[in-house]
């Protein structure tokens, strides 16, 4: 039993399971319009730069890999709010 594990959490006070959905699904809209523009831009640069496409590819899938990172971290906060 954890020090802060008497007090209830704020999806418990107030039954946010509905908006824990629509928050679910902000979060994966954000990261699909995020990691399609890392692809749209690179893919302009690249083109405008082809002999720099292994820098730009590496710094693009690092881009992507963070946001998905985030991304993964709101749903699993959602979910804990539909849990309830």
Do not use: W
């Not at 704020?10 to 928050?23: D, N, S, T």
């Not at 890392?38 to 693009?60: L, N, S, Y």
């Amino acid at each position: 039993m954890g020090l802060f594990s008497i007090f209830p959490t704020l999806a418990e006070v107030m039954k946010l399971g509905p908006l824990a959905a629509i928050g679910a699904g902000i979060a994966i809209y954000g990261c699909a319009k995020g990691i399609g523009a890392i692809g749209e831009r690179a893919c302009d640069a690249i083109g405008r730069q082809p002999e720099a496409k292994g820098a730009i590819q590496t710094a693009m899938i690092i881009s992507a890999a963070l946001i998905e990172g985030a991304t993964f971290f709101a749903l699993v906060i959602c979910m804990q709010g539909l849990a309830n």
